[in-house]
């Protein structure tokens, strides 16, 4: 069906371009030149950019200040104007038929002024706000071959993480602002999209099988900007949505002028990013086999040789020929993917729309794994008279996922079977068919992925509906209606022959989840402008949120065919349910912006907001913030210091609170079931009417600066103290409950942002831009819970402290490694001495458990970002790191085994498990391999701990402005012809880790597919 939609969606590409291009060969066309100078000096300025934002064609100054564009369709234009150091201009000019002279004087006396900050509550400019935001334009990410605008963020952004939960496409990226700030409830942002709240992360229930980020419904293409707001000032406006900072994204929006077609077309290819760790091949299994079965044999006194194995114990099974790579037959080599997008704008003085529709596809690198999407954008503003304006951004989108079991050990799963299948097994039969008689019990990948359904779909529409009301000249009303509607449907299907259905002769699982949210806003903006130094900018608004969930499930096995896929096809019925949740948020929120003399301003904000989340008495909370900039450039002592343009210094403090909790905790709760065929009712939750939110205190002070008419930077300190978070604080069982959830808790982030940006060179035919951002962030809990002795309640792990007073959330901590004894092979742990040094044992029950000195989140992060223009090309990449983290490989305990619990046997191994001590004297990674060995040298330990470190090169376009005089015949305003790249280059400083280093949020590499490298070619034109 998609395919057929592809089809008919080229065919209007084709037929609305060729009209086009029929129409506008002869259309009119004008030219558009002038000078452009220095305001107060007169000089020309060489290199500036002028700029028709609705054709998105420029041209650069020369040497004499002057510019040219010519063709251009008669109509009027947004024409944009910039400089760095000096103020970017916006004028509309209409453009006649013949040659248009506009000439213009640009000041640097407004260095500062010309960024816009997109908060969702309407758009303030950036001198004029107090609060942390960063922001990057559509030029940073448009054509970036992604699935999910998350994916292109990574290093762009001060204060940004993004963690990939998965390299399947669509799958769920992972943001984290300035660290992790609770430890149950959650780390992750609040979406808003043209003003919409939205829900972000996965609308699916499976947890088996690939996520499907609800955000991979929105085309990068269709995307103007991404603001991420990161401090109390700015967030304080959301209440307790925005505690974990809000990342909020603007649509593209029309112009007035005539109406401007853009097709965006693109193809190429995808790979691993990362090979993993391999594994051994036929040759070198059979060796750790008989090796590890020999000195098994020999710990028992008997014969070590292959006889002796083969007779005393189980030959290999390896025919001496068959050498399988299994992740050769799972890999699905240069995978295809592909986005077209049409889109067209234009307008008049009183209405102007943008529309857009697009097809993306994305095969994955494991076989059997993609994503297709079908998504269309209508957003349109007409204003009725001077005093009232309408608007309507609306978007709708279809995706579907085929995802693969992974993240665990699932038989069905192609990551999993890679690695655990026996290269002494041959993947297809001589016919060509798939294997099924394997050696092991998992399955042959190559069956399972063409005959089982693992299936997600997500169907959304987002509106938002705006209407502006100017009362007076200085008061203004606005009345914002948003709907997000989405829709998800999961299709699990395993078919009855073979494989995880073939015990219960086939099942099918159906899953169908409907999440509606709207957000109701009024607002009230008033201006007083008390002289020509005071200016006050009052907002009042109210705000209701509602929010619905229904889910319905049913499954049942029995089939009796192949391609039976439907639940009415199964002979026994196993399970049916549902349930529908829903919550809300009532709002009122007073801002106000002060403005001293054009150089001090001050933003207040005070929301007082009611949860559902909560208990009656607790349902209530307020939240503020206050915000204080100077513009230090604006006083008489600062504005003569040479090369410095611009100087501001702000700082906020404020308090938010965390929302993102379980849906009535507060509740004590039963269950209604039964047993023995008899209904009953049980308790199953000991509600706490005392619930309320976790709360946080966040303080930010920072410095931003222009310099030398090239440079722009800022240095930014931030702490944010969070106190009530929520824990399962142990009860006494006579209670009939083993916990109960309340606000005890404290914790706190704090560290620097650094940005930098440099126009090095900028020439009519020559620009070098360079530019950074850098991320310093540390974490510590302070107060946990007391148990019955008054002591700090530890959450721990096996690997982990989760939650131990001071020390960062989720520290590493387990056993550490101390290698393998050269004299007999052994594994090795430290312990203490009880002298208050360490020693060594290898005996895993007596080695003691240390902190390893970090968390799976990185403490310094950040990117590197550059552009080189050379007359028409163009060359734009940007780098991204982490630093000061690990990750943990929790399945290396079966593929670097050891022969411990036989595992060697059975599965695959790593290629790293062929370097094993055979004799006194080795120095080699492995300890001496015994089959079945219980001396846990692959239980959990800093053995398996790596340092992930890494420096990757996220993405890389070059491109080709081809001339006017080429294109100008077939009616082509102007072309481009473009490469992507996405990690193309990744450098790992620790030289063990063979998994790629960027992981989820947890740390663990779990069996999940790894990310990809994609290459891309494509061309963009307008007309």
């Known amino acids: 069906m998609i395919q057929k939609i592809l089809q008919s969606l080229t065919s209007l590409l084709l037929l609305v371009a ?129 699935s999910s605008i998350n994916e292109a963020l990574s290093g762009n952004i001060a204060g940004v993480n993004i963690s990939p939960s998965t390299g399947t ?146 030959p290999s099974g390896w025919d001496g020929e068959t050498s399988t790579d299994w992740g050769d037959v799972v890999r699905n080599d240069n995978a295809i993917q592909q986005e077209y997008q049409l889109a067209a704008q234009g307008g008049n003085d009183r209405t102007t729309f943008y529309t857009s529709a697009s097809f993306f596809e994305q095969e994955g690198q494991a076989i059997g794994s993609g994503l297709e999407r079908l998504s269309g954008k209508l957003n349109l503003t007409h204003q009725f008279d001077e005093r009232l304006t309408f608007s309507n951004n609306f978007s709708g989108s279809f995706v579907e996922q085929d995802g693969i079991l992974e993240g665990a050990g699932y038989f069905g799963s192609p990551v999993l079977a890679e690695y655990f299948m026996l290269p002494t097994d041959n993947a297809y039969n001589e016919d060509g068919s798939p294997n099924l008689g394997l050696s092991s019990n998992i399955f042959n990948p190559v069956y399972v992925q063409d005959t089982d359904i693992d299936r997600k779909r997500n169907i959304r529409v987002i509106n938002n509906t705006n209407l502006d009301f100017e009362i007076t000249d200085n008061l203004a009303f606005s009345s914002n209606l948003s709907l997000d509607y989405l829709l998800t449907e999961e299709k699990y299907y395993d078919n009855p022959f073979y494989g995880d259905g073939e015990d219960v002769r086939g099942a099918v699982d159906d899953i169908n989840t409907r999440n509606f949210n709207y957000v109701w806003r009024n607002s009230l903006n008033y201006i007083y402008q008390a002289n020509e130094q005071n200016l006050f900018d009052f907002r009042f608004i109210s705000e209701s949120q509602k929010n619905k ?42 801002l106000v912006n002060y403005r001293y003399d ?111 008419e090239m440079l722009e930077g800022g240095v930014n300190f931030f702490r944010k103290d969070s106190y009530d978070l929520l824990f399962n604080v142990p009860l006494s069982r006579v209670s009939g409950h083993n916990s109960q ?67 960062e959330v989720n520290a590493w901590y387990m056993r550490e490694w101390a290698g393998v004894d050269p004299d007999n092979g052994d594994p090795l742990w430290y312990m203490d001495d009880g002298e208050g040094g360490r020693t060594t044992t290898n005996s895993y029950n007596q080695a003691d458990t240390y902190y390893q000195g970090a968390n799976a989140q990185p403490t310094t992060y950040g990117g590197i970002n550059t552009r080189v223009d050379v007359k028409n090309f163009y060359v734009q990449a940007n780098m991204s790191f982490a630093l000061g983290y690990k990750v943990f490989d929790n399945w290396a305990n079966y593929m670097r085994s050891d022969g411990n619990g036989g595992f060697n046997a059975a599965f695959g191994q790593y290629g790293t498990a062929a370097d094993y001590w055979e004799e006194p004297g080795d120095i080699a990674d492995n300890p001496r391999p015994v089959l079945f060995s219980t001396n846990q040298a692959n239980a959990a330990s800093s053995r398996f701990l790596y340092d992930g470190d890494h420096i990757r090169l996220k993405s890389l376009n070059i491109g080709y402005n081809i001339p006017t005089q080429l294109i100008e015949q077939v009616g082509l305003s102007s072309a481009t012809l473009f490469f992507n790249g996405r990690n193309l280059w990744t450098y790992a400083f620790d030289d063990d880790l063979k998994w790629d280093p960027e992981q989820k949020a947890d740390g663990f590499t779990d069996l999940n597919a790894q990310p990809m490298r994609s290459l891309t070619f494509g061309l963009k034109a307008n007309f």
């Open 741 to 807: 959830v309340q606000n005890v808790g404290e914790l706190y982030n704090q560290g620097f942002e650094f940005e930098l940006s440099a126009d090095i060179v900028r020439t009519q035919d020559f620009g070098w831009n360079l530019g950074g951002n850098l991320t310093l962030v540390e974490n510590e809990i302070t107060e946990l819970p007391r148990d019955q002795n008054g002591d700090p309640i530890e959450i721990t792990s096996a690997t982990r402290y989760t939650a131990v007073e001071g020390y």
């Open 18 to 146: 060729i009209s086009g291009f029929a129409g506008l060969a002869h259309a009119q066309t004008g030219t558009l030149t002038g000078t452009v100078t220095d305001e107060s000096t007169g000089e020309t300025l060489v290199g500036a950019t002028v700029m028709i934002v609705d054709l998105e064609r420029g041209a650069p100054t020369d040497i004499e200040g002057m510019y040219m564009i010519d063709n251009i369709p008669t109509g009027t234009y947004e024409v944009r104007f910039s400089y760095v150091g000096y103020t970017t201009v916006t004028e509309t000019i209409e453009i006649s038929e013949g040659e248009n002279v506009y000439d213009l004087e640009m000041s640097m006396d407004s260095a500062g002024l010309d960024e816009v900050v997109v908060t969702g509550y309407g758009n303030f400019s950036d001198r004029n706000f107090t609060g942390s935001v960063s922001q990057v334009s559509s030029e940073s990410f448009e054509n970036a071959p992604v």
């Open 549 to 590: 969930n229904n889910f319905l499930e049913a499954y049942g096995e029995g089939i009796a065919a192949a391609n039976l896929y439907n639940l009415n096809t199964t002979a026994s019925p196993q399970f049916v349910g549902s349930s529908t949740t829903d919550w809300a948020v009532q709002s009122f929120i007073g």
């Open 598 to 708: 054009d150089k001090v301003i001050v933003d207040g904000s005070v929301r007082h907001e009611g949860n559902t989340r909560f208990g009656e008495d607790n349902r209530w909370g307020t939240f503020w913030s206050l915000g204080v900039g100077y513009i230090l450039t604006e006083e008489d002592f600062f504005a003569d210091i040479e090369g410095l343009d611009f100087l501001r210094v702000r700082t906020s403090y404020g308090q938010t609170g965390n929302a993102s909790i379980g849906l009535n905790n507060y509740q004590t709760l039963v269950g209604f079931g039964g047993y023995n065929d008899q209904p009953n009712i049980q308790p199953t939750q000991f509600g706490n009417p005392n619930l309320t939110w976790e709360k946080a205190n966040s303080f930010d002070v920072s410095v931003d600066f222009e310099a030398f």
């Open 169 to 314: 496409p669509g799958a769920v990226q992972q943001a984290r602002i300035r660290g992790i700030s609770s430890i149950n409830a959650s780390s992750a942002p609040l979406y808003v999209i043209d003003g919409v709240p939205v829900q972000s992360g996965s609308n699916a229930q499976s947890t088996a099988t690939s996520s499907l980020d609800v955000l991979s419904s929105i085309s990068a293409n269709d995307i103007e900007s991404v603001t991420v707001l990161k401090d109390a000032s700015s967030t304080a406006l959301y209440g307790a949505r925005g505690s974990n900072g809000v990342i909020v994204i603007e649509t593209k929006s029309g112009s007035s002028g005539d109406v401007q077609y853009s097709l965006s077309m693109q193809r190429g290819v995808n790979n691993r990013a990362v090979d993993g760790p391999g594994t051994l091949n036929a040759n070198e299994w059979d060796q750790l086999f008989y090796d590890s079965a020999g000195n098994y044999l020999e710990s028992l006194g008997a014969p070590s040789d292959r006889a002796s194995v083969d007779a005393l114990l189980f």
